[in-house]
């Protein structure tokens, strides 16, 4: 079990922050210290809005151990609203019932833990968005 | 009874897990009469879902309709007994992923079913003292009913959240609460068992009607109150006959029940159930009404609030999903599946 590796980027993953380039403000997840498009250092935390658009998924048969208790899931890759595409697991939802082009959100849910001794890692996945239905 | 200061909610989030379980199917698996269950059906928490994971989604949406910057809590307490970890505070996780750290007080809270309502009480002090600007409360369970038991007919998975600020920032003004305890052992689980135990009737007479009915009547006495002035009322909802049976005794019409009455479509949410029936009763409230809640948790005790709404309600509570869209968003699994997301199956 790697605490101090899970510890350090918990906020990020518990949020869906990334980065910001504050030379050439491109937007980066997960967090880069180096910006992918002008090599500046000079990076920001940026909280995302939680929202984005399937692009595609594939269903997961054979994940690492540490994932079979929430089999089947499906993975997707989601290009956010504010533009980066990032890769996400799925939940509330199989992958039969999802479609390319559909709206997604965020939701910090539980990824894996430990057995039953070990710390729990919590995380960024996302579900079809939920209907603000009122009576 | 009120604090000096007058405040009120200023926001409030509910949850409630997509997956539903037909008492019905429960009935089959245990060869019970399936005409003699409790409710329709339970809400389940799926695989990836924990106390935490739903104050998170509680929180989020508390967040969303009180329109405050995070930082600005200065406490984030759960009401829970099913913890995710028996020693490591769950409140801690809710407020880092809310970005409410570090300057907070976090802490979890334990009362069986009015874990949560205790913290709403808490964060009315807390404000109401001027020591915070604001504050959260949340009541959620994933709660546990041992397989065959009584209690696994109901014993379902969501919660409620409430943001406490200001009077004058309020959707619903805080006109006063009160509490009333006793000893009386009715419902437990000892350290390291998985699923509680239960007094069976005596968890009726004695526990559930004696402390909400009291309760109740004393804040009303203390507020010069009557069910006449209120228009809705929420009771704890261990199934759909016990909130009922208190609001005829008290004189509560059926009709102010219904409303908040969740219970029969999702479970008993256990320290999020009355504020589960307050966060649906807001949802369809209007200016001007006053609401009467009453929890209960057994052990036992219940806190009872009267609020009054106000003219900020409409536009707030259309920012998050109501109780309904959680309500509606249903799949029902059987009980093998059940007994998986559980982990009801120990391998």
Request: aromatic share 10%.
């Given at each position: 079990?790697?605490?101090p590796?899970?510890?350090?980027?918990?906020?990020?993953?518990?949020?869906?922050?990334?980065?910001?380039c504050?030379?050439?403000?491109?937007?980066s997840?997960?967090?880069?210290?180096?910006?992918?498009?002008?090599?500046?250092?000079?990076?920001?935390?940026?909280?995302?809005?939680?929202?984005?658009?399937?692009?595609?998924?594939?269903?997961?048969n054979s994940?690492?151990?540490?994932?079979?208790?929430?089999?089947?899931?499906?993975?997707?890759?989601?290009?956010?609203?504010?533009?980066?595409?990032?890769?996400?697991?799925?939940?509330?939802?199989?992958?039969?019932?999802?479609?390319?082009?559909?709206?997604?959100?965020?939701?910090?849910?539980?990824?894996?833990?430990y057995?039953?001794?070990?710390?729990?890692?919590?995380?960024y996945?996302?579900?079809?968005?939920?209907?603000?239905?009122?009576? | 009874?009120k604090?000096?200061?007058?405040?009120?909610?200023?926001?409030?989030?509910?949850?409630?897990?997509?997956?539903?379980?037909?008492?019905?199917?429960?009935?089959?698996?245990?060869?019970?009469?399936?005409?003699?269950?409790?409710?329709?059906?339970k809400?389940?928490?799926?695989?990836?879902?924990?106390?935490?994971?739903?104050?998170?989604?509680?929180?989020r949406?508390?967040?969303?309709?009180?329109?405050?910057?995070?930082?600005?809590?200065?406490?984030?307490?759960?009401?829970?007994?099913?913890?995710?970890?028996?020693?490591k505070?769950?409140?801690?996780?809710?407020?880092?992923?809310?970005?409410?750290?570090?300057?907070?007080n976090?802490?979890?809270?334990?009362?069986?079913?009015?874990?949560?309502?205790?913290?709403?009480?808490?964060c009315?002090?807390?404000?109401?003292?001027?020591?915070?600007?604001?504050?959260?409360?949340?009541?959620?369970?994933?709660?546990?009913?041992?397989?065959s038991?009584?209690?696994?007919?109901?014993?379902?998975?969501?919660?409620?959240?409430?943001?406490?600020?200001?009077?004058?920032?309020?959707?619903?003004?805080?006109?006063?609460?009160?509490?009333?305890?006793?000893?009386?052992?009715?419902?437990?689980?000892?350290?390291?068992?998985?699923?509680?135990?239960?007094?069976?009737?005596?968890?009726?007479?004695?526990?559930?009607?004696?402390?909400?009915?009291s309760?109740?009547?004393?804040?009303?006495?203390?507020?010069g109150?009557?069910?006449?002035?209120?228009?809705?009322?929420?009771?704890?909802?261990p199934?759909?006959?016990?909130?009922?049976?208190?609001?005829?005794?008290?004189?509560?019409?059926?009709?102010?029940?219904?409303?908040?009455?969740?219970?029969?479509?999702?479970?008993?949410?256990y320290?999020?159930?009355?504020?589960?029936?307050?966060?649906a009763?807001?949802?369809?409230?209007?200016?001007?009404?006053?609401?009467?809640?009453t929890?209960?948790?057994?052990?036992?005790?219940?806190?009872?609030?009267?609020?009054?709404?106000?003219?900020?309600?409409?536009?707030?509570?259309v920012?998050?999903?109501?109780?309904?869209?959680?309500?509606?968003?249903?799949?029902?699994?059987?009980?093998?599946?059940y007994?998986?997301?559980?982990?009801?199956?120990?391998?």
């Amino acid at each position: 079990m790697d605490v101090p590796r899970h510890w350090r980027e918990q906020v990020r993953r518990y949020r869906l922050v990334g980065s910001k380039c504050n030379d050439c403000e491109k937007l980066s997840f997960p967090y880069r210290k180096v910006c992918p498009k002008c090599k500046s250092r000079n990076n920001e935390n940026y909280q995302f809005i939680g929202r984005g658009k399937i692009i595609s998924f594939t269903n997961i048969n054979s994940p690492p151990k540490e994932h079979k208790y929430n089999l089947p899931f499906a993975v997707a890759l989601i290009e956010l609203m504010e533009g980066p595409i990032i890769t996400a697991q799925i939940t509330d939802a199989r992958a039969e019932e999802l479609e390319i082009g559909m709206e997604v959100e965020m939701v910090t849910r539980k990824i894996m833990e430990y057995n039953d001794e070990g710390i729990i890692c919590y995380g960024y996945k996302f579900r079809p968005i939920v209907e603000y239905a009122h009576p | 009874m009120k604090p000096s200061k007058s405040v009120g909610i200023i926001g409030y989030g509910a949850y409630v897990p997509k997956y539903r379980i037909q008492n019905t199917e429960i009935a089959r698996v245990w060869g019970n009469d399936p005409n003699l269950v409790p409710i329709r059906e339970k809400s389940v928490p799926g695989a990836d879902e924990d106390s935490v994971t739903i104050a998170i989604e509680i929180a989020r949406n508390a967040i969303l309709r009180a329109g405050i910057d995070p930082k600005d809590l200065r406490a984030v307490w759960v009401g829970t007994e099913s913890k995710p970890y028996a020693v490591k505070p769950t409140s801690t996780i809710v407020a880092e992923a809310i970005a409410a750290t570090p300057f907070v007080n976090a802490a979890d809270w334990e009362f069986a079913c009015k874990a949560g309502s205790e913290t709403v009480q808490a964060c009315i002090a807390y404000v109401g003292s001027g020591m915070a600007k604001y504050a959260l409360g949340i009541g959620v369970d994933t709660a546990q009913g041992a397989p065959s038991d009584a209690l696994e007919y109901t014993a379902a998975a969501g919660g409620a959240g409430y943001v406490i600020g200001a009077a004058k920032e309020s959707l619903a003004v805080i006109e006063g609460s009160l509490s009333y305890v006793t000893d009386t052992p009715d419902f437990w689980r000892r350290q390291h068992e998985h699923y509680p135990k239960h007094g069976n009737r005596f968890t009726g007479e004695p526990s559930y009607f004696k402390h909400v009915l009291s309760s109740s009547k004393a804040l009303m006495e203390e507020l010069g109150t009557k069910p006449d002035d209120y228009d809705y009322v929420i009771f704890h909802q261990p199934n759909r006959k016990f909130p009922l049976e208190v609001a005829k005794i008290l004189g509560f019409p059926k009709e102010k029940v219904i409303d908040g009455l969740v219970s029969p479509y999702i479970g008993n949410t256990y320290a999020g159930s009355a504020l589960l029936g307050l966060a649906a009763v807001l949802d369809k409230a209007k200016e001007g009404d006053r609401i009467f809640c009453t929890s209960y948790g057994s052990g036992a005790g219940s806190d009872s609030f009267s609020l009054k709404v106000t003219d900020k309600l409409a536009d707030r509570k259309v920012k998050a999903p109501s109780v309904k869209s959680y309500i509606e968003r249903r799949e029902e699994i059987d009980y093998a599946r059940y007994a998986r997301y559980r982990k009801k199956i120990r391998m």
